[in-house]
């Protein structure tokens, strides 16, 4: 029979392998003797001599063991190109997402306004949104936003896709809301969006201000002759 210190250690030998020690109960079978009852009948003669044998029969007892019993619990595993995480399989990226996030083993998807394997290259002026697929639609040299694809439109122009030209401005003001004063000498023009001035032949500079021809010469190239008498000549 196993002592109380042998059986201390077995259990802690199981605990550490990771196995739960049972108790079951078995069934042996065993040899016992004894002797049989003899029965004397009424009136029979009890001074009969007889040799007492043993007899042996087969009994059933219970008994008790220790066995071991192993228990197993499923364990998952990340398949290639996954890594385990807090419990989930997360993927792995060989290079960095820039401006993105790691969707797949070795695949990035980009946020808005950005491309490429690692979404480290921004999108060019005529495309927007992630990996930068979509077309931008803007008219008029408007600038096209990469994460949106709203269109921002140059002085002059408006709509969505800045396709509608503004009211003309009155002559004399320019601008938006047409605020703006123009200031054009010579008989220039003032362009109704952002007052540039639009010189007549012969006149030059910001504001038109600027002779290009000498006296009694005009034109394009200063290659006509002014009629005008002296007096009436503009210097």
Aim: glycine share 10%; proline share 6%.
């Amino acid at each position: 029979m196993p002592t109380l210190q042998s059986s201390a250690v077995l259990l802690l030998f199981s605990i550490l392998i990771g196995l739960s020690c049972l108790q079951t109960t078995v069934t042996v079978m065993i040899m016992t003797h004894f002797l049989p009852d003899f029965l004397f009948l009424p009136g029979e003669s009890q001074n009969i001599m007889c040799a007492l044998c043993y007899s042996f029969r087969i009994t059933y007892k219970t008994a008790y063991r220790q066995a071991v019993k192993t228990d197993y619990r499923k364990r998952y595993q990340c398949c290639p190109g996954y890594y385990e995480s807090r419990g989930r399989c997360v993927p792995r990226c060989t290079k960095e997402c820039v401006h993105g996030r790691c969707v797949a083993p070795d695949r990035c998807q980009c946020e808005g306004g950005w491309r490429g394997d690692d979404c480290s290259s921004d999108c060019d002026d005529k495309h927007w949104g992630a990996n930068c697929k979509q077309q931008c639609k803007c008219e008029n040299g408007a600038l096209c936003d990469p994460v949106k694809g709203s269109c921002r439109c140059p002085p002059g122009f408006n709509g969505r896709y800045c396709e509608e030209s503004c009211p003309r401005c009155p002559e004399g003001s320019y601008g938006q809301d047409c605020k703006g004063v123009c200031d054009c000498a010579n008989g220039a023009r003032c362009y109704n969006i952002d007052g540039a001035c639009l010189c007549e032949p012969g006149f030059s500079g910001p504001h038109c201000r600027d002779r290009m021809c000498p006296d009694g010469i005009y034109g394009m190239h200063c290659e006509r002759t002014c009629l005008c008498q002296d007096k009436h000549t503009l210097r």
